[in-house]
């Protein structure tokens, strides 16, 4: 069974290629061929379709502006249990040289399914692979849950961009009006970055977009970041919306 990687644009950018190849050698798997690709919107959502636009317009803003910014390449493998070698490949790298969501360098498939949908999108670009490239489709899909469909985004999005291009720093907490006590936001897998950022604008009074998304980032590649600095009753407010909005992993500390 043929599986593939793809070397995604940051991992190109840092000359990477000759570290993934090196890992894909050590499973024991062969390289069928090599293909470079420019991901255009279409292509991003088709591959990542549990993200829609109507309620995922910050996830998938990023993920144009990482994915779009450059040529990414196609590895095509063939060997003895190629899916799961994949996986285990894709795992490595990322240990060793990831650094958030949007510079994660690789992708592999991580369901038959999905291995399925999306080969025969990248597949499909290289003759060699399998024939003329097929026109983006969009199957039914089970969506992370939504948040806010944010107005204007793309100055936000772009000022946020170049800083997590630049190494983003550690944000710091919205100054709720007191002090004594911390709102902390833990990672909660059951979200996505819209639904997050959606609670976290809900739940600190006057915080602006690119501050909320900026500290749902953090809480989610640290494990857990206090979000909002306040008397305790005002970190209790906070709590009470963070939880209103579905988040569960989320708690206040006296400060």
């Given at each position: 069974m043929?599986?593939?990687?793809?070397?995604?644009?940051?991992?190109?950018?840092?000359?990477?290629?000759?570290?993934?190849?090196?890992?894909?050698?050590?499973?024991?798997l062969?390289i069928?061929?090599?293909?470079?690709?420019?991901?255009?919107?279409?292509?991003?959502r088709y591959?990542?379709?549990?993200?829609?636009?109507?309620?995922?317009?910050?996830?998938?803003?990023?993920l144009?502006r990482?994915l779009?910014?450059?040529?990414?390449?196609?590895?095509?493998?063939?060997g003895?249990?190629?899916?799961?070698?994949?996986r285990?490949?894709?795992?490595?790298?990322?240990?060793?040289?990831?650094?958030?969501?949007?510079?994660?360098?690789?992708?592999?498939?991580?369901?038959p399914?999905?291995?399925?949908?999306?080969?025969?999108?990248?597949?499909?670009?290289?003759?060699?692979?399998?024939?003329?490239?097929?026109?983006?489709?969009?199957?039914?899909?089970?969506?992370?849950?939504?948040?806010?469909?944010?107005?204007?985004?793309?100055?936000?999005?772009?000022?946020?961009?170049?800083?997590?291009?630049?190494?983003?720093?550690?944000?710091?907490?919205?100054?709720?009006g007191?002090?004594?006590?911390?709102?902390v936001?833990?990672?909660?897998?059951?979200?996505?970055?819209?639904?997050?950022?959606?609670?976290v604008?809900r739940?600190?009074?006057?915080?602006?977009?690119?501050?909320a998304?900026?500290?749902a980032?953090?809480?989610?590649?640290?494990?857990?970041?206090?979000?909002?600095?306040?008397?305790p009753?005002?970190?209790?407010?906070?709590?009470?919306?963070?939880?209103?909005?579905?988040?569960?992993?989320?708690?206040?500390?006296?400060?």
């Open positions: 043929e599986a593939f990687l793809l070397l995604k644009p940051d991992c190109l950018r840092a000359g990477l290629s000759a570290h993934v190849e090196r890992e894909i050698e050590a499973e024991g062969e069928r061929c090599r293909h470079r690709i420019a991901l255009t919107p279409a292509d991003i591959l990542w379709n549990e993200y829609s636009d109507e309620g995922h317009s910050l996830m998938l803003g990023l144009d990482y779009g910014g450059g040529p990414s390449q196609v590895v095509t493998l063939a003895a249990d190629a899916y799961e070698a994949a285990r490949v894709k795992r490595a790298i990322r240990w060793r040289f990831a650094d958030g969501p949007f510079a994660n360098v690789v992708h592999a498939a991580e369901s399914g999905e291995l399925l949908r999306q080969g025969k999108l990248l597949l499909g670009w290289c003759e060699r692979c399998s024939g003329a490239r097929p026109a983006s489709t969009f199957p039914d899909k089970e969506l992370r849950p939504t948040g806010m469909l944010f107005e204007n985004t793309d100055p936000v999005l772009d000022a946020l961009w170049a800083r997590l291009r630049a190494g983003l720093p550690r944000p710091e907490p919205v100054q709720l007191g002090a004594g006590s911390v709102v936001l833990g990672v909660d897998t059951a979200h996505s970055l819209d639904s997050t950022v959606t609670a604008y739940a600190l009074p006057g915080v602006d977009l690119g501050a998304i900026e500290l980032l953090h809480a989610n590649r640290v494990g857990r970041y206090p979000i909002g600095i306040g008397t009753e005002e970190t209790v407010r906070s709590l009470e919306l963070l939880r209103a909005n579905g988040i569960a992993n989320c708690w206040t500390e006296n400060c």
